[in-house]
């Protein structure tokens, strides 16, 4: 068994093995997707496992944000469990970064805790909906609005340079992600809570929602202006497809001790952009 980094050059190798261990239309079936998500050094690296055929067998993702390498896109096959290959992908990873990871799944935490990581409080979601809406439902409310933002598309980082990532920058400064399709704006950088609101209403957005890490203090200012926790709105976490009734449940671990200042921003791991988006 051969573990080392991938490049471009094993893109028809990668498309085989995320065809055959992952459901139809995900994003890493994309080579566009693979190559901006693993393409350069400074943003990420996609960790692989060959057999003796060449075939990879083992797939470990490092994104890079926060001076942290958080582990995503982690699957190995079943004969290959058990013989240290995940060991071995997970200190090509830690080369670079010390590791951390979001996990929202059983298999995801079971595997964290039998390596000994360290957990802390799960992440938050905060949601607000737009006032002038007058019936509350997930129906009304995750429906498609018509918005005009042209003139306010940003590319100029690695995260909005996503593909098929739709990024805003309002007047205060703060930049989110628009989903007109689903009706809502999803906040990733929030300056001025009071003027964000008032420019996501005006331009026709129903909804906006902001994930971070419990100990983000900016969380009291937007408690005060009336956002919920997801799961006490009607704005599912899942919106592709939409799954009424999914909310935010995802963990943050890490290898080591992080400092306590530490907040988990929404571009550091997938939770915020793979899938959820």
């Not at 890493?28 to 990879?56: D, T």
């Amino acid at each position: 068994m051969i573990t080392r980094e991938a490049t471009i050059e094993d893109w028809d190798k990668l498309f085989i093995f995320f065809t055959r261990v992952y459901r139809s239309n995900h994003p890493l079936q994309n080579k566009e997707f693979w190559n901006w998500q693993y393409g350069e050094k400074q943003y990420g690296r996609s960790l692989i496992c060959l057999n003796e055929n060449g075939s990879i067998v083992g797939h470990v993702g490092a994104n890079f944000g926060g001076g942290v390498a958080w582990i995503i896109n982690v699957y190995l096959d079943e004969e290959c469990r058990g013989k240290g290959i995940l060991g071995k992908l997970y200190e090509l990873a830690r080369n670079y970064y010390p590791l951390a990871a979001t996990a929202a799944n059983e298999a995801g935490l079971g595997l964290y805790k039998n390596m000994r990581w360290i957990r802390y409080y799960d992440l938050v979601r905060y949601v607000k909906i737009n006032p002038s809406l007058n019936e509350i439902s997930t129906e009304n409310v995750c429906k498609p609005t018509v918005v005009n933002v042209s003139n306010l598309i940003i590319k100029d980082t690695h995260y909005f340079q996503q593909p098929s990532l739709k990024g805003i920058i309002l007047e205060d400064g703060s930049r989110a992600v628009s989903q007109e399709n689903v009706g809502g704006l999803r906040v990733v950088d929030i300056t001025d809570v009071n003027q964000i609101e008032s420019q996501a209403w005006q331009i026709g957005y129903n909804w906006m929602d902001y994930i971070t890490s419990w100990n983000d203090l900016k969380t009291k200012d937007l408690e005060k202006k009336g956002w919920v926790l997801d799961y006490k709105c009607f704005v599912p976490w899942r919106l592709n497809p939409l799954e009424k009734g999914y909310f935010c449940d995802i963990t943050f671990l890490s290898e080591q001790p992080l400092n306590k200042e530490f907040i988990v921003h929404r571009s550091f791991s997938d939770h915020g952009r793979i899938g959820s988006l």
